[in-house]
């Protein structure tokens, strides 16, 4: 038996380290451990951290809607809101990832909306300071930061960012770049200006796409003229500049397009062939002739496109020296298409053709071999004016298929409908084939070839029935003028019935004539409430009996749908017409000079007039139970006058003047207004003390000013200032600010007064006492607050008109001129003088 | 005056709410719903006065829920779609089961207001 393996006898097995296998045992376990741990770890800390960002995300989305949704012109409660969501927003975007997180939700949002939304978000970026955290990236030494901030910087358009980015358009690392470059093209119109001058690294392809897809989306964008960049020292530039030229059509740097023809880029060179195609220069022609045989095969494509389009026949003998001479079959191919574009059918097809003897030679066996009628039969080749001397008959043309003949084939009607002509007596067709597949191929060479019968069909005339439904009508005898007449008349008219009582009550014999009344009328009856004061009995007969007999129309008809029979039983009330003629019978209405029709004589005049007027026509006062009106003279009117401007705009202070008024007035109905001005102005709840910046220190603060001019936010923020960087003159307006009726103003001032103290201190200890005002003012104020943006609080309510009427404590001098009374005493006084 | 009810169909939780926070500012009521599978339960008991739905949603599409709407239910409520840039052919599909507006993203929230009331003026007519 043979033996298929060895021996080993001698080979020992070799001594393993088995405590040094243990230990690597342990120590790929203890890394398994450690692998699966931090696998563990990492992933739970990843979704615990997706969902804080889940969670912050439903946080902040209505808070930016709130945001976004925000109208100046809103109501109060809405703008308490809004500032208090402000001061929340400030309070949770000190958190780094609650800033992260915002903006994410912002630039989310940002590719979601679009129109006065999406401006309001931008604005909403920079107003809460997130474009800062931005530029603090611009700093970092890792590219993905660097290029995440540029990203967010561009997206949320923050032109201010521009001078900044604009530095990483020539930065070595290419994402930085591009993402720099895609920004200075955004952010400002002229930013593509500055890129092009001043980049010095290659732009791709897919950038110089991005790049024009960024200017394309501007709006009201207006291009600068790229042709002066056609000099610059980059290629790159010089390539996207042709680009664009193209794309902007910018057609007037013809001699820079032919002398970069003769660029060495290729690129550059196809770029500015398309560009001299497309503009049509004409003067590259023989430039590109020129430089023709030393270009590529793809750039010498390009240039034959060219000529083909700009080309005349002077350029044929060019084109057939490349017809000859280029070896690429594609050039060659171009060349000849070029050439048939320039001088069409200038260049026949020459391949696989076969001399035409060949194919006489071939007709003359076919004629030998099928049997056809010979008088019928006309060669296809024959011209076609022969075939108008044959005499036609209309057939119907029958395709009877010989089976049994030696050449024939099944052929369908469809099948030979692309067949010239059909002759007389067409009975057949026979169609040769052969089963010999050379034969067959001859056969199928030209169409011409084909014996055929043909049939001329012409339309049949006088059988079929002819519509004239487009021809115009011709009538007979026209009509006569009597019959014209009568036809009008008896046509129905649809008109709106105007009744004017007058005109019926004076003229009747000219109504009753009018040829209206004649005529079959349609009409519309306009129905009218009747007014309540509106009698007139007399006129109301009348015009019935007016209607009963001459004005009674022949044949009543509605325009609309409704039968006569169904709005028979509606009463027409003809009292409308009654106002109607109050009206009309002001036929003589005096002409009115408007210089003097507001002037009090002029009105007392006209109301004389009227009351006159009123008085001879009895009727028409009991129609018009108007009240009289009341006119007063100049005095009372300038007394009403100043009354009312006291009421809008003065105040306490008018008091004495107010009774000085009505000690003089004698008029009862202003007494009683001047009385209740004083009332009103006496009436001040002291409880509503409300803060006036009245007394004011010798050496001003300089945060004066600004908090003349903030809103409470600014107030606030300025407040944080003072406290880090006031001085003593500081502190004086910061009492007064703890007296203000704004409770975040209050609060701020309060604790930036008490840090500017212990600031001071040291150098200074003030003997001014804080006045602690807090307290009276209607809120809640948690003693616990003492972070400045907690909001723990709620507002009271408190009146708003009646804070601004307030009395200060310190008396005054009721007769120091500063009243509102004076003042208007002196403004007129003013202008008196000045007239 | 009874306010008008819109299903707000996005699973977009960010533009839903502040659609659905523009729309309410507006004075309408707006249910919004996540995803087809909810569109359909909502539908199953209530019918609003309009509905706005993305066209791109899990579960089921709108152009599903246009189909539902228009063919099961056999309601005639007015459907707005809206549906992302270039989604011509599912727009074109939207309009042949019966959507009767369109609105691309990104939006506009006043555009869709007025879209809305067009469409239940429309109605009421």
Known sequence: ????????????????????????????????????????????????????????????????????????????????????????????????????????????????????????????????????????????????????????????????????????????????????????????????????????????????????????????????????????????????????????????????????????????????????????????????????????????????????????????????????????????GKAITALNTIRPEGVLPTQDIVPTADFETEVETLDATIPVPIETEIHSTEEP????????????????????????????????????????????????????????????????????????????????????????????????????????????????????????????????????????????????????????????????????????VEKISFSDTIPIEAISHIKVIYDVLAIEKTFIRTESIPEIDWNSAFELETIVQSQVAITETKNENEMEKELWDIPKPLFYDDVALNTIALLEDISEMGDHREIPHLNMLFQQETNAKLKTRITELIATFSDVDDTLLCFEPTMLPERQSVFHNLFEVSDIEAKIILLDEIAEVGDEQEIPLLENLILSNDIYVQKSAKQALEKLRSRLVPSKVTDVEVPILADKTPTMISPNTDNLFTVDFELAPVPEVKEKKTIPHQPRNQNDGNTLFDHLCAMSTKLYDKE | MNKRTILLADDDALLASLLNFRLEKAGYTVDHVLDGKEVKAYLSHSMPDIIVSDIMMPYFSGIELINHVRKELLSQTPIIIISSAGNEENVLSAFELGANDFISKPVSPSELLVRIARELNKATI
């Not at chain 1, 020992?12 to 451990?33: C, E, G, H, N, Q």
């Open chain 1, 1 to 332: 038996m043979e033996r298929t393996y060895t021996l080993n006898a001698l080979i020992s097995a070799p001594k393993i380290p088995t405590d040094f296998l243990w230990a690597l045992s342990l120590f790929f376990v203890v890394l398994a451990i450690v692998y699966f741990v931090s696998v563990f770890f990492f992933r739970n800390r990843l979704s615990r951290l997706g969902k804080q960002v889940i969670a912050k995300r439903k946080v902040f989305s209505p808070m930016i809607c709130e945001f976004l949704f925000f109208e100046e012109d809103g109501k109060k409660k809405e703008k308490i809101n809004y500032i208090d969501l402000k001061i929340q927003i400030r309070e949770l975007i000190k958190n780094r990832f609650d800033r992260e997180v915002l903006t994410a939700v912002l630039l989310d949002l940002r590719t979601d909306v679009t129109g006065k939304t999406r401006t309001e978000l931008f604005r909403v970026y920079q107003d809460l300071e997130l474009h800062k955290d931005a530029y603090k990236k611009l700093n970092s030494w890792r590219w993905e930061v660097v290029s995440k901030g540029i990203f967010e910087l561009t997206q949320m358009e923050v032109k201010d960012s521009y001078s900044l980015i604009t530095r990483f358009i020539n930065d070595k690392r290419p994402t930085i770049r591009k993402q720099a470059e895609i920004a200075t093209v955004s952010l400002k119109e002229e930013g593509i200006n500055y890129f092009l001058d001043h980049t010095r690294y290659k732009i791709s392809e897919w950038q110089q796409l991005k790049l024009l897809d960024v200017v394309r989306n501007k709006t009201d964008y207006e291009p600068p003229a790229f042709r002066l960049w056609l000099t610059s020292k980059n290629n790159h530039v010089v390539l996207f500049a042709l680009r664009l030229i193209k794309y902007y059509n910018q057609n007037d740097a013809s001699a820079s397009l032919i002398q970069l023809l003769r660029h060495r880029d290729n690129h550059i060179k196809k770029e500015a062939i398309f560009c001299i195609r497309d503009f049509n220069v004409t003067d590259a022609v023989p430039i590109l002739k020129t430089i023709f045989w030393k270009c590529t095969t793809d750039v010498k494509m390009y240039v034959l496109e060219a000529l083909s389009q700009l080309g005349t026949d002077d350029d044929i003998g060019f084109l057939e020296d490349v017809v000859t001479k280029e070896v690429a079959f594609t050039v060659k």
């Open chain 1, 385 to 552: 004016s022969n075939l108008q001397d044959i005499p036609v008959t209309a057939e119907i043309v029958s395709i009877d298929t010989k089976k049994d003949a030696k050449y024939s084939l099944d052929l369908e009607p469809t099948d030979i409908l692309f067949l010239p002509i059909v002759t007389e007596d067409l009975a057949e067709i026979v169609v040769k084939t052969e089963e010999n597949s050379t034969k067959e191929k001859e056969h199928n060479k030209d169409l011409r070839d084909l014996l055929v019968y043909f049939e001329e069909i012409f339309p049949l005339c006088g059988s079929e029935e002819l519509h004239f439904e487009f021809l115009p009508i011709v009538t007979g005898d026209p009509l006569s003028e009597e019959e014209a007449t009568q036809f009008l008349n008896d046509l129905p008219v649809t008109f709106e019935e105007v009744i004017v009582v007058d005109e019926i009550k004076t003229d009747k014999n000219k109504t009753e004539k009018c040829l209206t009344s004649e005529l079959p009328v349609c009409f519309e009856e306009v129905i009218v409430p009747l007014p309540s004061v509106v009698e007139n009995h007399q006129i109301e007969e009348d015009v019935k009996a007016k209607i009963s007999t001459g004005y009674q």
